[in-house]
Nanobody, 124 residues
Framework: VQLQASGGGLVQAGGSLEISCAASGRTWSRSNNMGWFRQAPGKEREFVASMSWKAVRTLLTDSVKGRFTISRDITKNTVNLKMGSLKPEDTAVYYC?????????????????WGKGTLVTVSS
């Protein structure tokens, strides 16, 4: 299984950016839950958001609620993270992740697949 993230870049504080992740591989299952983590410079990687495979349930970390939206297309095996009202503290490498486990597994850091990450830089 491969998770390929894209769409990172430089944006000014208050701006918006959308990143995407596409899953591929012979063993990929559409029933896998997908989501995003991020790792800021000098900090540990942290959970950001996840969405169930039927795109019914979502989970967002408190610091991004009301600003970030997660969505996915199970027919295309993609998950997107639309980020708004960005702050300099959102600067991080964002990693796509997926789990074969139940919904909530990503929030508990039970990840089966990792993408390589895409850098998001928010300037003040």
């Amino acid at each position: 299984v491969q998770l390929q993230a894209s769409g990172g870049g430089l944006v000014q504080a208050g701006g918006s950016l959308e990143i995407s992740c596409a899953a591929s591989g012979r063993t990929w299952s559409r029933s896998n839950n997908m989501g995003w983590f991020r790792q800021a410079p000098g900090k540990e990687r942290e959970f950001v958001a996840s969405m169930s495979w039927k795109a019914v349930r979502t989970l967002l970390t408190d610091s991004v609620k009301g600003r970030f939206t997660i969505s996915r297309d199970i027919t295309k095996n993609t998950v997107n993270l639309k980020m708004g009202s960005l702050k300099p503290e959102d600067t991080a490498v964002y990693y796509c992740a997926a789990t074969r486990g139940v919904f909530g597994s990503l929030h508990d850091n039970r990840v089966d697949y990792w993408g390589k990450g895409t850098l998001v830089t928010v300037s003040s």
